[in-house]
């Protein structure tokens, strides 16, 4: 696995579930942020798609460029990107603490 995954309980934790993005959770903050910075896309379909599945993701799951493009670098999160945006929302949130630990640890490891 390259870098720290996180099961399913901590995508649904996070609001990707089953039955989709939960209104009010971090995922559906995350799916906002996407549409509106124009970064992060492919990494909230992935997280929601690893959802809906039942699944959890791994660092093998998740492409260099999905982590790249919004933040999660190899370098870190970046300053005022999308990353660092989710950061913030699931330090707000206090439930999410595995897939805030995976994110960053999956970019930079990959």
Request: proline share 2%; charged share 25%; glycine share 20%.
């Amino acid at each position: 696995m390259s870098g720290r995954g996180a099961s399913h309980d901590d995508l649904a934790s996070a609001g990707f579930g089953i039955g989709g993005v939960k209104k009010g959770s971090v995922a559906a903050d995350m799916q906002s942020n996407a549409d509106i910075v124009r970064e992060g896309k492919g990494l909230v379909s992935g997280l929601q798609s690893s959802g809906a599945r039942g699944e959890g993701i791994t660092g093998d799951d998740i492409a260099r460029s999905t982590t790249d493009n919004p933040g999660f670098g190899r370098d870190g999160v970046g300053k005022n990107s999308f990353g660092s945006q989710t950061m913030n929302e699931m330090d707000k949130s206090g439930a999410v603490d595995q897939l805030k630990a995976s994110l960053p640890s999956i970019g930079v490891r990959k």
